[in-house]
């Protein structure tokens, strides 16, 4: 089956207030991509957010980030009164979500505490990673971030003392919170199944140094006594940094993680295919082999390559292949490309990436694929807009998109649409800037950038004309969801 989709977080979604969430906005965005016919919706990752707001340096693994969920939907529920909401004026407040978003939730998670106690504590008997978030929350909420720092008894997991923090309000909250992000992406779920719209979520590889999965399980981390990471994640110079990355999340003890069956990562995959149909696993080299930076350097250039767990990881998880895309992305070695064999998921084709060869041999051309196994991305979320990067990029890489499209470049995003929807690729996908001809004002994070990322919107739901175009383009290709 030849697929054609769309890659949109919720946070850029046009919805009312000051952020993108799981109500009337995404609704709405499931029945254009119907009339667009289209069958996936790509997402980023729904845990909740780290450091400059990003979904990539969680400290959850397995919770979600309570600012996506809909105050409509809450309001519909009975659980608070449906406050005047600011119109989207096309980027996310992060302000605004947390003095005045944030604080509505909490209003609506107390009175689910008082309205529903019994169907909150079932609920959570059958979650049982959500007793250690809300206590994570919770003591957050008290002792500040960084259990590092907490008194010993909160940071070794005294067993009165967080019995204790669970009869806190704060604890009922954070459990509430995750019960009613359920709900909702449970429904949400359901409506795209009713129109054969298929949901990819995003597993991002590492996990916050200071978050809850090593205060809970920090036997299968690489850290110190004091709980800090031996060694830092991060990649070597690349495409995106002259020095490379340097990310700070903690590497993971793959010993102690097989002498576990792997259950950590059975029980995270399991629960993020709870929420979507297929997951993109990122960074998905790391699983063959990930760069380790010394605690005390300075750049990621200092780091060495450390062997991951491989196909046994994958083997102890059970998931099918056809659920997973591997972003195979970055200092790809012929280990990995045998990794991703091996397990048998579609790579990554990065359409950007493909035109600075004079050669025309590079492997992201759709010429040159090697098999339908894939997935074709105009762009993905770290990339420039693909007007911006035509804009940007020399006049090499301009002339030979132009005379394999036989274009003026003129409309170079549509151009790269059209490459990977005419690809042999199974799976074509393209962010909705690309789709809209957008230029970098629309671009959604810079690696590397501190500040300034995810703040994105739509300004107003894509309209009909987009959706024909687009449907036309998807016939044509064969993608077409009938």
């Known amino acids: 089956m030849r697929r054609a989709g769309v890659l949109l977080h919720l946070s850029s979604l ?59 939907d809450l309001a519909a529920d009975g659980l608070i009164d449906l406050p005047t909401m600011p119109l989207s004026e096309g980027e996310v407040d992060w302000e605004l979500v947390d003095a005045w978003k944030r604080p509505l939730l909490d209003g609506a998670a107390s009175a689910l505490v008082k309205k529903a106690p019994k169907e909150l504590r079932a609920w959570a008997c059958t979650q049982d990673w959500a007793r250690d978030w809300a206590l994570y929350a919770a003591l957050v909420e008290q002792l500040g971030g960084g259990w590092w720092d907490w008194p010993s008894p909160f940071a070794e997991r005294d067993r009165d003392t967080l019995a204790a923090v669970e009869a806190t309000p704060a604890f009922q909250r954070a459990l509430a919170l995750q019960f009613l992000l359920d709900r909702q992406l449970s429904a949400l779920r359901a409506q795209a199944d009713g129109l054969d719209v298929q949901l990819i979520g995003d597993l991002p590889i590492f996990v916050s140094g200071d978050g809850c999965d090593t205060w809970v399980d920090r036997h299968l981390f690489r850290l110190e006594p004091d709980g800090r990471p031996s060694v830092r994640a991060g990649v070597p110079p690349d495409y995106f940094s002259a020095t490379g990355q340097l990310w700070g999340n903690p590497h993971y003890d793959w010993d102690a993680m097989a002498d576990e069956d792997y259950r950590w990562w059975t029980q995270r995959m399991e629960r993020v295919l709870g929420h979507v149909h297929r997951v993109r696993i990122d960074h998905f080299r790391g699983f063959q082999a990930a760069w380790a930076v010394p605690r005390e350097a300075e750049t990621a250039m200092e780091g060495v390559w450390v062997e991951g767990p491989g196909l046994a990881l994958f083997r102890a998880m059970g998931i099918s292949p056809e659920r997973l895309i591997a972003e195979d992305l970055g200092i790809i070695t012929p280990e990995v490309e045998a990794l991703r064999e091996g397990l048998g998921a579609p790579g990554m084709k990065v359409l950007q990436f493909a035109f600075g060869d ?66 042999v690729a199974r799976d074509a996908i393209a962010p909705l800037q690309d789709l809209q001809g957008l230029g970098n004002e629309a671009r959604l994070n810079v690696p590397g950038l501190a500040a300034g990322n995810w703040a994105w919107r739509l300004r107003k739901p894509p309209d009909e004309a987009l959706a024909h175009r687009v449907r036309e383009l998807t016939w044509a290709s064969g993608r077409l969801k009938h």
């Open 14 to 72: 046009p919805s009312r207030g000051p952020i993108g969430d799981l109500g009337p906005s995404a609704r709405e965005f499931l029945g254009w991509l119907n009339e667009a016919g289209l069958r996936t919706w790509q997402w980023l990752p729904l845990n909740p957010l780290g450091p400059g707001n990003s979904p990539y340096a969680s400290p959850s693994a397995l919770a979600c980030e309570p600012a996506l969920l809909s105050l409509e």
């Open 358 to 423: 004079d050669d025309m041999q590079h492997s992201f051309l759709p010429q040159m694929f090697e098999g339908s196994g894939w997935v074709a991305y105009t762009g993905t979320h770290d990339n420039e807009t693909a007007a911006g990067w035509y804009a940007g990029t020399d006049e090499g890489c301009r002339h030979r998109l132009r005379v394999l499209c036989g274009s003026d470049g003129h409309q170079a995003a549509w151009d790269l649409v059209r490459l990977a929807w005419l690809s």
